[in-house]
């Protein structure tokens, strides 16, 4: 997986990850592939996707919605979460969120904790990260190069999808170590890190302009 370089002077975009980056997640997928029968070793969606039968896959499906509904319900905004949306809007960036989540509980997470982003990109959408292509996407219609977006998440996925795009990436550690955090262009603890880095950046061209 590459890393690709981050000149945050250059960046016009800032896409987001949903869970454990804009707001918090207790998904239990243990309990999922328990529930479903999918082995550890295989993706969750890829799994659903190649059930065989279809009645199995429509109660896989279901199963994983309620719970994500569920989840959506008991969600809080992450640190820093409406700092940065509120930066972001006042800067005139571009944004949006890429999430594994199915549209209507990544809706319902968005209205539950009053996120200011009315971009969002699903599983129903695009094929699920790490595939790029929801990235790739929403830079041409934005117009802008892959250097211009960096993509915020907190997951391998995140980071595997921004190096497929050659986009940028950021990882949110919430203070733990991971071992791919070197895979990501930056690693923030907190969402108010990140803004912490792009404020700086703002005075520091506003000094100089």
């Given at each position: 997986?590459d890393v690709?370089?981050?000149?945050?002077e250059?960046i016009?975009?800032?896409?987001f990850d949903?869970?454990?980056?804009?707001?918090?997640?207790?998904l239990?997928?243990?309990w999922l592939r328990?529930q479903i029968?999918?082995?550890?070793?295989?993706?969750?969606?890829?799994?659903?996707?190649?059930?065989?039968c279809s009645?199995?896959?429509?109660?896989?499906?279901?199963?994983?919605?309620?719970h994500?509904l569920?989840?959506a319900?008991?969600?809080t905004?992450?640190?820093g979460?409406?700092?940065?949306?509120k930066?972001i809007?006042?800067?005139h960036?571009?944004?949006a969120?890429?999430?594994?989540?199915?549209?209507q509980?990544?809706?319902?997470?968005?209205?539950h904790?009053?996120?200011?982003?009315s971009?969002i990109i699903?599983?129903?959408?695009f094929?699920?990260?790490p595939?790029p292509?929801?990235?790739l996407?929403l830079?041409n219609?934005?117009?802008l190069a892959s250097?211009q977006?960096?993509?915020?998440?907190d997951?391998v996925?995140?980071?595997?999808a921004?190096s497929?795009?050659n986009?940028p990436s950021c990882l949110v550690?919430?203070?733990?170590?991971?071992?791919?955090?070197?895979?990501?262009s930056i690693?923030?603890s907190?969402l108010?890190?990140?803004?912490?880095?792009?404020t700086?950046?703002?005075?520091?061209?506003?000094?100089?302009?």
């Amino acid at each position: 997986m590459d890393v690709i370089a981050l000149d945050i002077e250059q960046i016009n975009a800032i896409v987001f990850d949903l869970d454990n980056t804009l707001v918090s997640s207790n998904l239990d997928f243990n309990w999922l592939r328990d529930q479903i029968g999918c082995p550890s070793n295989i993706d969750l969606l890829t799994f659903i996707d190649k059930l065989d039968c279809s009645q199995s896959a429509l109660k896989a499906k279901q199963i994983v919605l309620n719970h994500e509904l569920d989840d959506a319900n008991h969600s809080t905004p992450m640190q820093g979460c409406h700092e940065l949306l509120k930066f972001i809007e006042q800067h005139h960036f571009s944004t949006a969120i890429i999430t594994r989540n199915c549209l209507q509980a990544a809706r319902q997470k968005v209205a539950h904790n009053k996120l200011n982003i009315s971009r969002i990109i699903s599983r129903e959408h695009f094929p699920p990260k790490p595939a790029p292509d929801a990235l790739l996407a929403l830079a041409n219609e934005w117009g802008l190069a892959s250097y211009q977006v960096l993509y915020v998440g907190d997951y391998v996925y995140d980071l595997q999808a921004a190096s497929n795009a050659n986009m940028p990436s950021c990882l949110v550690t919430h203070g733990h170590v991971h071992p791919f955090s070197h895979h990501a262009s930056i690693c923030v603890s907190e969402l108010d890190e990140l803004l912490t880095l792009f404020t700086v950046n703002q005075n520091d061209e506003s000094s100089t302009g």
